[in-house]
């Protein structure tokens, strides 16, 4: 249970990533050992652990416009990788010539406070882009790793966080200016005690995203919805979808659960339905159409699809529908879904819980390794 459930591809990611250096003024090229840091970003550094870091907009600029993926912003104790988008961003947001990036810890530096400000001191926050931080943390040895997540600033879980043990680091992506807290929470389920998937599946459960079915017990071989599979992306997403309004599909009424998550998942090129006109929302969801999901949602999370593993030949591949082929292979070489131990994919079969709980936390895994 000490074993994070993609700590493996952490060596995988750095070797492809490579190392350069670039120099721009106001921004150095000092590299700290963190997993985040030893790849081509552009840093800045803080005199003091705990203290502030200015630079001015035109050399943030500067990096968002060159060949640096984006900017670590570091104490030397915890890191915030800010990239280009986000950047861009938060520039547009002000006119002010100074940037601030502040750092304040708790006394057992299990909760960072972060914040963004402008020239004037007044607190900023980029509304699109990725802002990823990385704060050192080691879980008790009693601990279950898959249960450490992140509080954000309103003491919601942060679904797009990740412990990774082997190393002694959390990542989590930020939406706003504040605390955040490193936490554990005990998700297990009476009836996924010895399934295969039970890491991922509390992985899941412990950041909100997925929740069981009642009394205890979480279906693992159930089949999951075309509706409940886009609500699984969108609670990874943190997104506010309440706000995600439309009328495109006959098939989804404005009183249903799933109404503003389907909304947000069109209005975001994540689904465009099984017809102009119908999304099939009660649906199974089939494990290739799953991966197509989940494929645009990485497009719309700008998370670049990299490969870190060989290509599989699987015995059905003539089986998988041409429009899914690109998805099943970028999800397979990016160790976000695998085949079955007889060599088939199963591309038209009914995706299980487990499978879905499965995808969901590898992507969130995945998603934290690296600001792409």
């Not at 497009?299 to 041409?322: H, L, Q, V, W």
Request: glycine share 8%; hydrophobic share 40%; charged share 15%.
């Amino acid at each position: 249970m000490k074993k994070s459930i993609l700590a493996a591809i952490i060596v995988a990611v750095a070797v492809i990533c490579g190392v350069s250096a670039y120099a721009i003024q106001g921004l150095d090229e000092t590299k700290s050992t963190r997993i985040l840091a030893n790849d081509g970003y552009a840093t800045l550094t803080a005199e003091s652990v705990g203290g502030t870091v200015s630079t001015t907009s035109s050399a943030l600029l500067a990096a968002a416009g060159s060949s640096y993926p984006g900017v670590h912003v570091t104490d030397t104790y915890s890191v915030f990788t800010l990239d280009a988008a986000f950047i861009n961003s938060l520039l547009a947001s002000t006119n002010s010539d100074v940037i601030s990036f502040q750092f304040k810890y708790n006394l057992a530096k299990t909760a960072v406070t972060f914040t963004i400000r402008d020239g004037d001191g007044n607190a900023i926050f980029a509304p699109k882009g990725r802002c990823v931080g990385e704060l050192p943390y080691q879980a008790e040895s009693s601990a279950n790793d898959n249960h450490v997540y992140v509080l954000n600033p309103s003491s919601d879980p942060v679904a797009m966080s990740s412990y990774y043990p082997d190393a002694g680091y959390v990542h989590f992506q930020l939406k706003t200016n504040g605390t955040y807290t490193v936490s554990t929470k005990n998700a297990s389920f009476s009836d996924t005690t010895n399934h295969w998937g039970r890491n991922y599946i509390e992985f899941l459960a412990s950041r909100g995203v997925a929740n069981g079915v009642g009394n205890g017990l979480f279906s693992p071989n159930g089949t999951v919805t075309r509706a409940q599979y886009v609500m699984f992306l969108a609670n990874i997403s943190m997104d506010d979808v309440s706000s995600y309004n439309s009328n495109r599909f006959s098939d989804v009424s404005s009183g249903a659960w799933y109404y503003h998550a389907v909304s947000w998942a069109v209005q975001n090129k994540i689904t465009s339905g099984v017809s102009t006109v119908l999304f099939a929302p009660n649906q199974n969801v089939t494990r290739e159409q799953m991966t197509e999901l989940t494929k645009n949602f990485f497009n719309y999370m700008g998370i670049e699809m990299k490969p870190i593993r060989s290509a599989a030949n699987f015995s059905d591949e003539s089986k998988i529908s041409a429009w899914a082929k690109d998805s099943v292979g970028r999800c397979q070489t990016m160790a976000i879904i695998s085949g079955y131990p007889n060599g088939t994919f199963g591309p038209q079969g009914n995706a299980t819980r487990a499978e879905a709980a499965t995808i969901c936390s590898r992507v969130i895994a995945y998603s934290m390794l690296l600001p792409q």
